[in-house]
């Protein structure tokens, strides 16, 4: 299709939108050369943010209302049924029926313990047809639940559109992409980028399939440094890859251009100790780039910000054992350590405005900030803080209360 059969599409669909649903076999017939019903459907689905049209399951394409998107959400409590079936059909299809057992087994869970080594040694994971699948395993489920409980926020804010526009940078295979198709309701439209350069982009791609009309994926096989994105996006997502990222400050920085104006950069890291500090110091970076922290981290005094290590993270209720990680670990010893159903996060939202997770302008008259408590020693003093993590000491302490 050239560029004014092109135009001639789009023009016919912001007609067309104002009457009636918009079908592709109708606009056909009005476009020079007649393009083939599934080329014009094609060029409504790549535009149809910014035509503010969703596709329907009769294959035609209707209003998307303007305003922000409401969500209905209590919680992750399983991996999907159909998503578990997808990822079991690409496990049988790589190594048989038997996959769990056997040599093909053993080969998926040393892999597994060859990552995890490797990421708690600082070094750099090599994603191969196998490692992706084995990451699968291990954290399709946990990172499609993450995803929903941090967007989830901004939702309720009123923070994420009806037409909706992710890039997910670092997409690995799939489960942010996942948790968003499944957090956003049907009557909105999404435009979903997914950057990826490893062989994880196949498994995106295939568990992709399992989207609705009305939710467009689009694969990028590059890397996040290489990668030059093209428009503004409400979500630019970075989940659990700024650390694996050679100079993760600039990366992030870069992409804040991408970012829309009423957007927003969300950061999401592991619970462990490094990549939840690593994510804190880039969200600082930002900060003193000019950019404003959303949350959770909120600067509740003017002047003032977190100067601690910065490892704070959320807990949230553990998910059901899917049924491929329950194969996988009881093949073995049945020990769990196959088993990964712990929701456990950080996260961090920059944004170009000075909105706040926490809206609270504290009284100096009435409060002492903790930063000034060598002036106070001795006194009785009332202060605020925020409880950013669930209870890290084995033994409790008062704030876990």
């Given at each position: 299709m050239n560029a004014d059969q092109r135009g001639a599409v789009l023009d016919n669909a912001r007609y067309l939108r104002e009457v009636r649903p918009v079908d592709p076999d109708e606009i056909h017939e009005y476009v020079e050369g007649r393009p083939h019903p599934a080329v014009v459907r094609q060029v409504l689905r790549e535009e149809s943010v910014a035509l503010g049209l969703r596709e329907t399951a009769e294959g035609t394409f209707v209003p998307v209302e303007e305003g922000p998107l409401s969500v209905e959400f209590d919680g992750v409590e399983?991996?999907?049924?159909?998503?578990?079936?997808?990822v079991e059909d690409l496990l049988v299809s790589e190594y048989g029926a038997g996959w769990p057992t056997g040599e093909s087994g053993d080969a998926l869970r040393a892999v597994l313990r060859d990552v995890k080594a490797d990421y708690f040694a600082g070094d750099t994971v090599e994603y191969d047809r196998e490692t992706a699948l084995a990451y699968a395993c291990y954290h399709l489920p946990d990172n499609y639940a993450v995803v929903q409980y941090t967007l989830a926020r901004l939702a309720r804010r009123g923070l994420l559109p009806k037409r909706l526009r992710v890039l997910d940078v670092g997409a690995g295979v799939g489960g942010p992409m996942l948790g968003v198709h499944d957090l956003v309701p049907d009557d909105c439209a999404v435009e979903y980028h997914a950057v990826e350069p490893s062989a994880a982009a196949d498994v995106f791609e295939a568990?992709?399939?399992?989207?609705?009309?009305?939710?467009?994926?689009?694969?990028?096989?590059?890397?996040?440094?290489?990668?030059?994105p093209d428009g503004q996006f409400d979500v630019v997502l970075f989940a659990n890859v700024l650390s694996e990222l050679a100079d993760p400050d600039a990366t992030a920085e870069r992409y804040?251009?991408?970012v829309a104006p009423d957007g927003s950069?969300?950061?999401?890291?592991?619970?462990?100790?490094?990549?939840?500090?690593?994510?804190r110091e880039t969200e600082r970076h930002l900060e003193g780039a000019g950019y404003g922290v959303w949350g959770p981290q909120v600067r509740l005094?003017?002047?003032?910000?977190?100067?601690?290590?910065?490892?704070?993270?959320?807990?949230?209720?553990?998910?059901?054992v899917p049924p491929f990680q329950r194969e996988?670990?009881?093949?073995?010893?049945?020990?769990?350590?196959?088993?990964?159903?712990?929701?456990?996060?950080a996260f961090s939202v920059v944004r170009h405005d000075d909105a706040r997770m926490v809206t609270l302008e504290p009284d100096a008259s009435r409060f002492a900030k903790f930063a000034r408590s060598e002036d106070h020693v001795s006194k009785r003093v009332d202060c605020l803080c925020l409880k950013l993590s669930a209870n890290l000491a084995d033994g409790g302490n008062p704030c876990s209360r």
């Open positions: 399983r991996f999907p049924h159909e998503y578990t079936l997808r568990m992709a399939g399992e989207t609705r009309a009305g939710f467009r994926t689009e694969l990028h096989r590059e890397t996040a440094e290489a990668f030059d804040m251009d991408a950069f969300v950061g999401i890291a592991p619970a462990d100790r490094e990549a939840a500090i690593g994510l005094w003017p002047g003032f910000r977190p100067e601690d290590r910065g490892w704070s993270f959320d807990v949230r209720p553990d998910m059901e996988l670990d009881d093949a073995a010893d049945g020990s769990g350590e196959f088993r990964n159903v712990d929701v456990q996060y």
